[in-house]
């Protein structure tokens, strides 16, 4: 069972949630958009934010400016969330433009906010949990654009429901952040996307 609940903090590793959120859109509005842009856009993502940042761990990890994929301390983190920042900030602006693909825009840009309030958190000795940034944050876009599409993904949507809490209770296990910190994340991750949504659609 512990072995179970601990796969979760892999399945559901924050450098991946953005490329589900995106790969989940496309299966959902393919009709709507010309297979070569949908790989294209796929391939971008994957690209800036997966690759990229992946390269980036692992000059910060050799110049020993941070200890470990996890950022067990908070003074590591200022600097892998700050380059995350741009890196979602420049999706925004070339990848998603607001007026093309609106929905995307939003999820990135609730993405870059969530990013910016655990960098802030750093200056406060916060520790806040990307792990359930990323999936909150995906979990509440993915019943946003089922109910703004009138989809009834009641089975998906009750999997992220189930995966956020399976998330937490490896996070948990794992003793990588306290339940104040899970909080906390949920409210960065899934409250920017809510108010976005909820701003814009």
Do not use: D
């Not at 050799?62 to 700050?82: D, F, M, Q, T, W």
């Not at 998330?167 to 920017?192: P, W």
């Amino acid at each position: 069972m512990k072995r179970f609940i601990a796969l979760a903090s892999y399945l559901f590793h924050p450098l991946l949630m953005p490329l589900v959120g995106i790969l989940l859109y496309f299966w959902l509005t393919k009709r709507f958009y010309p297979i070569p842009i949908i790989k294209a856009k796929i391939l971008a993502v994957v690209i800036f934010t997966v690759i990229i940042p992946l390269i980036f761990y692992f000059i910060l990890k050799n110049s020993k400016l941070i200890s470990s994929a996890g950022l067990p301390k908070v003074k590591e983190r200022k600097i892998p969330l700050l380059f995350y920042a741009t890196i979602t900030l420049t999706i925004i602006n070339f990848i998603f433009p607001k007026y093309q693909f609106n929905i995307p825009y939003l999820f990135f840009s609730g993405i870059l906010y969530a990013t910016l309030l655990v960098l802030i958190g750093t200056y406060f000795k916060q520790k806040i949990s990307l792990h359930m940034v990323g999936i909150a944050g995906l979990c509440t876009f993915i019943i946003g654009i089922c109910i703004y599409f009138g989809l009834p993904l009641y089975g998906l949507i009750a999997f992220f429901i189930f995966a956020t809490g399976w998330t937490a209770s490896a996070r948990l296990q794992a003793k990588a952040h306290n339940h104040k910190e899970l909080i906390l994340g949920i409210i960065a991750g899934g409250g920017t996307q809510l108010g976005l949504f909820l701003l814009y659609l």
